[in-house]
């Protein structure tokens, strides 16, 4: 049955729930992002300028996601838009090496004064897995330790503690320890039973953006047994 907020959401939304239709025979469950899925639908946008997004039906919505969380400035920040534009009349890949991939790693560096060197990837997911295997290969040690929920990207040795995975062998799984946040006891305990542990990887702010904190104090202390 349509509930009355949803049938107000589908009046609203025509243009969105006609793309939705063709968009479920090309893509799983319609979307091509998973944390985009929407009940009925989710909508389709045509442009987005400071905190704000504009649907196809002409509506305005406030973003509260900011492109899941990246977007710091907002969006089309005129800065952005004209370091851009500048720099796509100049090259983007050019296979060697440039000023300003000094100046960024410094700027990186500035922003994390624990990083001794500074190594670029093109996301997250493969920056947590080349993190792990040089973890692995500098102590020689296997198991790394996550925390419950904590997001480190798709590869299957991170995908391990959070809900609805399947297809990861059980001898990746083995070699990760799951552990839950906040309780540094926990975390001492496993340490002293369990000489294989090559890394302990955690979000600091907390799981799902922060929505399940992590005690400022949990940090200094993991700091301390690490
Ligand atoms: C803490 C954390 N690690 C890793 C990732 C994975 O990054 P990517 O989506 O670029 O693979 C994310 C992405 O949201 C993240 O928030």
Redesign the pocket.
Known sequence: MVTPIEQRFMDKHQGSADRHEKAKDLFPDGVTHDARRQHPFQLYYTHAIGPHKFDVDGNRIIDYWSG??SLILGHSHPAIVDAVQNQIAKGTHLSGSTDLEIQWGQLVRELIPSAEKVRFHS??????MMALRMARAYTGKTKVIKFQE?????SDYVAVGSAGIGGIPKETLSTMIVLPPNDISVVENTLKENKDVAAVIL?PTGAH?GLEPILPSFLHELREVT
């Open positions: 899941h969380g996301s997250g997911t493969e920056a947590d904590h997001f480190h990207g798709w979000e953006m």
